[in-house]
């Protein structure tokens, strides 16, 4: 019965997360979604944080297994960070109702080395594996500030295109995904 009310909670905030933006969506109200009173949520998460990651979890912990397997693939350097940034897109398209909760709640700047919080640990994992990616193609005699400057622009490139064509497409559309070849391939890959 426990693991049923909580799944109920985790399945409610779900729900209104996609609909609403996290900052309006309260406690009492996430409890009136899982019919459950607003003390009960308090036996499973201690705040309304540890309901974020619950939520969360799951389609972070995807996205970051899915860039994993791209990493150890024996594809070469310049398919694994195609593929790489095509699954963050893809991601932040399936995600697109609640994807700014998802990368961008709370986080860390990537550059802060800081990742207190369970979620932004998480985020951070699949982050890492762009990084390693993208450093593949990085000349040797960039200053670390140049490389991380270089890392965040292609992050905020993703982003962008997730922010800009996902409120209209369920998918990636092709003309997208072309977008995101040329872009990374005429500066990141030209770069070697």
Do not use: W
């Not at 640990?121 to 670390?144: C, G, H, T, W």
């Amino acid at each position: 019965m426990a693991k049923n009310t909580r799944s109920r909670i985790i399945k409610a905030a779900e729900e209104l997360y996609r609909t609403e933006s996290q900052q309006k969506v309260g406690i009492r109200q996430i409890a009136q979604a899982a019919g459950c009173s607003h003390t009960a949520i308090y036996q499973y998460f201690k705040k309304k944080e540890d309901i974020l990651y619950a939520v969360a979890e799951k389609p972070l912990t995807h996205l970051y297994h899915t860039c994993l397997e791209i990493s150890h693939s024996k594809q070469n350097d310049k398919e694994r960070l195609l593929q790489i940034c095509q699954t963050y897109v893809d991601f932040g398209f399936r995600e697109r109702n609640f994807y700014e909760l998802l990368i961008f709640y709370r986080g860390e700047h990537e550059d802060s080395g800081d990742c207190s919080q369970p979620l932004m640990q998480l985020r951070m994992k699949s982050y890492r594996l762009l990084e390693e990616a993208i450093d593949v193609f990085l000349p040797k005699n960039l200053s670390d500030a140049e490389a991380l400057n270089i890392r965040s622009g292609i992050f905020i490139f993703l982003h962008g295109l997730v922010s800009i064509y996902s409120r209209d497409n369920e998918e990636c559309p092709e003309r997208i995904k072309q977008l995101l070849t040329d872009f990374i391939s005429f500066k990141i890959i030209g770069m070697k």
